[in-house]
């Protein structure tokens, strides 16, 4: 009796510190998923561009905000990533001097721009007054819109604070109910930003912070640690860290380099570092 009650024990040890083993490998795999920084490195990646399409739009195009009436009909060299006649620029006013404008960059049925990126549909920029004026408020939105196979939507709301201290332009951008959807699920992600706007090199400064649902339902936050910078014509963020944090598991801290213009970042866990490859 003693001997079956002695190994009856022993089998229980083992079963449990098979269990453990077992709890031990999940977690471990959980901690080291990576679902959460790449889905919100891409979320990153496709709103600054739109903060790039709009600042860049009145700057590249002398004029044309100055015509009231109908609609007339640009072409924007620099959109952040279309060619010379990739996407056409409508703008529509009451008047001349009438404020809000519409601004509308129609992708139509799709065109693949210099960055080998391939947007289609609508993004609808609504000015309240000119970019470069403080107080100018622009909301976005998106009209069946998607870049690559993703699907986007949601409400992006820019403000300009007027200059700083340095001379340059600083804005406060919100993104809010924003959706990432393709065949591998759907990403939400709410956003706080402020960008700084540094014309001498054509650059973006970005801090802040976001909230998000990864495309397999797990939460996370994100916290800028050191400022994004996104250059004019790179199709990457190419300087910066952030931290990453999904719930119940060890914060990822996401290094974009120090300025390259490739899609090389770097994520450590734990103190362990391990080579990621940025996605639009």
């Not at 790449?38 to 561009?49: M, Y």
Request: net charge neutral; proline share 2%.
């Amino acid at each position: 009796m003693k001997k079956i009650f002695y190994s009856s024990f022993i089998m229980l040890g083992i079963i449990a510190l098979t269990f453990y083993a077992c709890k031990k490998d999940n977690t471990s795999t959980d901690d080291q998923d990576m679902t959460s920084v790449q889905e919100s490195a891409q979320a990153d990646e496709t709103f600054s561009d739109t903060f790039t399409d709009v600042s860049t739009v009145e700057v590249e195009n002398p004029g044309l905000f100055s015509v009231g009436g109908t609609k007339i009909q640009s072409t924007n060299s620099n959109l952040s990533d279309a060619k010379t006649t990739c996407a056409t620029i409508t703008v529509t006013t009451n008047g001349i001097n009438e404020w809000p404008k519409t601004v509308t960059f129609d992708f139509k049925d799709g065109c693949t721009g210099v960055n080998d990126v391939t947007r289609k549909g609508k993004i609808i920029a609504v000015f309240s007054k000119s970019f470069k004026e403080a107080g100018a408020v622009i909301n976005i939105t998106f009209d069946n819109y998607y870049v690559n196979d993703n699907k986007i939507e949601g409400t992006k709301t820019i403000t300009n604070n007027g200059k700083n201290t340095a001379g340059n332009y600083t804005f406060t951008v919100n993104v809010s109910k924003s959706k990432i959807s393709n065949i591998k699920g759907t990403v939400n992600w709410d956003a706080n930003r402020t960008m700084e706007w540094i014309e001498a090199d054509n650059s973006i400064s970005i801090t802040g912070s976001a909230t998000g649902t990864n495309s397999k339902g797990k939460e996370f936050t994100v916290t800028i640690t050191k400022p994004l910078i996104r250059k004019l014509g790179c199709k990457f963020i190419v300087a910066g860290t952030l931290e990453i944090k999904p719930a119940d598991h060890p914060a990822r801290v996401l290094d974009y380099g120090n300025g390259d213009c490739d899609a090389n970042a770097t994520v450590s866990i734990g103190g362990i570092s391990k080579a990621i490859t940025l996605k639009k």
